[in-house]
């Protein structure tokens, strides 16, 4: 990103909608956008009131390009902490394109994916933490994940954090001045000895790492394949939790060639219902493609929902399926089809897999289903309910960073136990100090900003 240069993209999805809008930002936006947009008032952008909606046109060398609404948001009150120009144009790819190929012409240059934010952060307006939020908001597949995204880009976590720095912050200064001026009076922290500060400090952040896996679900959600032998009800499973007909279902198997993937709110946690081709020895080069898609998103799943027919005996496809699911940490049995006849040995399926949670159901009559989505609940969270009301981490780089933290606190409550040189204290508590700092930015490299910023769209 080049310093000082303006930037402009679309900022809504392309295809048909009621509008489109380019946005441009840097310290040429006004200039840029008054070379090609003409407001009906027939003042000039530079002279518009600020925040206020401009009808008026894009022309492309007098020609109209389509009829709009422009908006100025000067410096710094704007998103991005520089002058922002807004051209609401009308939805749809060739009069946002040709808007778009105007500010290009005008002097601004294509932004690059999270460019705006990117800048928002460098401005000030917010920190890293609340800038990785915005994608989260964007990206917000349940209402609890909306929530608990907008409680991160109001600050809450990163008020959090700041108050466990300062404190750390406090203890380092206090350490170090008993190592510049040793023999000075240097008055004790107050209510209690640095170990004891340091040992809170270090709880408030196990508190946050302790809520870091539920916080990840919220906003990754949980990818579930449904396996199983053809016809024993897997795509029947799949309608019965969307509570809509969503996969073709009869009589014959093999109905399901390739794999079906939908969405449904569990409480707050987007599950991602994969269902597959039933897996077995393949009777076509069609079907051989299905059931190897099948496997590999048996593969890359978070649970496997393994489908048993339980009015048929166990037959060597279900054994080889149970065999390769043994290995897999999250496994849930649907003893399907409890409506007909009783002939499987589910004792055969507990034996081989051991400890996994097997919920009796029937698809078409809607029996069980709501006990297997708690069963898939309580699977990934280990039962523990998190309110998105409440501080999360729901970032991996977050609980790394916290964990490298607590680590650093525990080394230099080590070293003033064992009544080591103060100066390893400090070296571990700059440690932290840094930790902490790079969850909200304090602390950061141009390889982390890189990194954070190309998950954005272009636009944002």
Excluded: W
Excluded at 147 to 168: K, P
Excluded at 344 to 353: G, N, P, Q, T, W
Excluded at 374 to 380: H, L, R, T
């Amino acid at each position: 990103m080049s310093e000082g240069s303006t930037i402009c993209a679309v900022s809504t999805p392309p295809g048909r909608s009621g509008i489109g809008i380019v946005r441009l930002s840097g310290p040429e936006a006004i200039d840029a956008a008054d070379r090609f947009f003409t407001a009906t008032n027939g003042r000039p952008l530079h002279e518009q009131s600020n925040r206020r909606l401009i009808h008026g046109h894009v022309l492309d060398e007098g020609c109209v390009v389509d009829e709009v609404l422009a908006s100025v948001m000067r410096s710094p009150h704007s998103y991005t902490t520089e002058d922002v120009v807004e051209i609401n144009c009308h939805g749809g790819i060739i009069a946002v394109r040709r808007t778009l190929e105007l500010a290009l012409k005008a002097g601004a240059r294509l932004a690059e994916p999270g460019e705006f934010t990117k800048r928002a952060f460098l401005g000030g307006r917010i920190d890293l933490a609340q800038a990785e939020a915005v994608a989260d908001l964007i990206g917000a597949k349940t209402a609890a994940s909306l929530r608990a995204a907008t409680n991160q880009l109001q600050g809450r976590l990163s008020e959090r954090i700041m108050a466990l720095r300062d404190r750390l912050a406090d203890c380092l200064a206090r350490i170090e001045a008993t190592i510049d001026f040793p023999e000075d009076e240097v008055p004790p922290l107050p209510g209690a000895g640095v170990a004891e500060v340091l040992e809170e400090i270090r709880d408030g952040i196990d508190d946050l790492i302790s809520n870091a896996q539920g916080g990840r679900l919220y906003r990754d959600g949980i990818t579930t394949v449904i396996v199983g032998k053809p016809n024993v009800g897997k795509s029947s499973i799949l309608n019965a939790i969307l509570s809509e007909p969503r996969a073709i279902v009869t009589e014959e198997p093999g109905t399901t060639r390739d794999v079906i993937v939908e969405s449904v709110d569990l409480r707050g946690i987007a599950l991602r219902l994969c269902d597959t081709a039933g897996i077995r020895e393949p009777g076509c080069e069609v079907e051989r493609l299905g059931v190897e898609r099948s496997e590999r998103a048996l593969d890359e799943a978070d649970l496997a929902l393994f489908i048993a027919d339980s009015s048929q005996p166990l037959s060597a496809e279900d054994v080889r399926i149970i065999e390769r699911l043994a290995a897999k940490p999250h496994v849930i049995v649907a003893a399907n089809k409890i409506d007909l006849k009783q002939d499987a040995d589910m004792s055969e399926i507990a034996r081989k897999l051991p400890g996994k949670k097997v919920v009796r159901t029937s698809a078409t009559e809607g029996i069980g289903i709501k006990e297997l989505g708690e069963a898939i609940f309580n699977e990934v969270t280990n039962g523990a309910e998190i309110a998105p009301e409440e501080i999360i981490v729901s970032r991996l780089r977050h609980q790394k960073a916290l964990e490298r933290a607590r680590t650093a606190l525990r080394r230099a409550g080590e070293a003033l136990a064992n009544a080591l040189s103060h100066e390893f204290v400090a070296v571990d508590l700059r440690d932290a100090l840094d930790a902490l700092g790079e969850i909200v930015g304090a602390v950061v490299t141009d390889d982390l900003l890189e990194r954070i910023f190309s998950e954005f769209c272009i636009g944002k």
